[in-house]
């Protein structure tokens, strides 16, 4: 399972991560760069939660990005996941927040930048791609059918 090292990722991914039995690896790249610093640096994160993987830097948090650069965070991220799956069928979980994700989402599907909202992401939603070399087909968009009405924002 793969984490955002924001505090509300890692939170989820630890509930997550209580049930499925997966160990969490936090990346950078998942992050959502509209938080405002200081956010906790990597020290921080060990000490609050030993049992994460940190693959991080210290003062992981670049600051603020364009939408050039949000994209291009995207396909770096994008090629980080294919390259944990070139060796064998792989399944990854990943816990992230809703802007990047609709940034990540568009990436993955090959779609130019058009601003931050192409796709809807409710909190805690569930979006599902299957992706082969060469190509990537999303399954499930912003599934909130495991949430009680009241609990969907």
């Not at 650069?69 to 995207?74: D, G, L, P, Q």
């Not at 058009?114 to 912003?142: E, H, M, W």
Request: with cysteine.
């Amino acid at each position: 399972m793969l984490s955002s090292p924001l505090t509300r990722a890692i939170q989820t991914a630890i509930r997550i991560s209580e049930h499925v039995r997966v160990p969490i690896t936090v990346w950078a790249e998942i992050a959502e760069k509209g938080s405002s610093p200081p956010l906790p640096t990597r020290s921080e994160l060990a000490s609050r939660y030993p049992l994460l993987e940190l693959e991080i830097e210290e003062e992981w948090w670049p600051g603020a990005e364009t939408e050039e650069e949000a994209y291009a965070r995207a396909r770096l991220l994008e090629s980080k996941l294919r390259d944990l799956g070139d060796e064998t069928d792989v399944k990854v979980l990943m816990v992230g927040h809703g802007t990047f994700g609709a940034v990540f989402m568009s990436t993955l599907l090959g779609a130019p930048p058009c601003g931050y909202t192409r796709f809807s992401q409710n909190n805690c939603c569930i979006s599902t791609f299957d992706l082969q070399p060469g190509r990537a087909k999303l399954v499930r968009s912003n599934d909130v059918s495991h949430l009680s009405g009241d609990m969907i924002t």
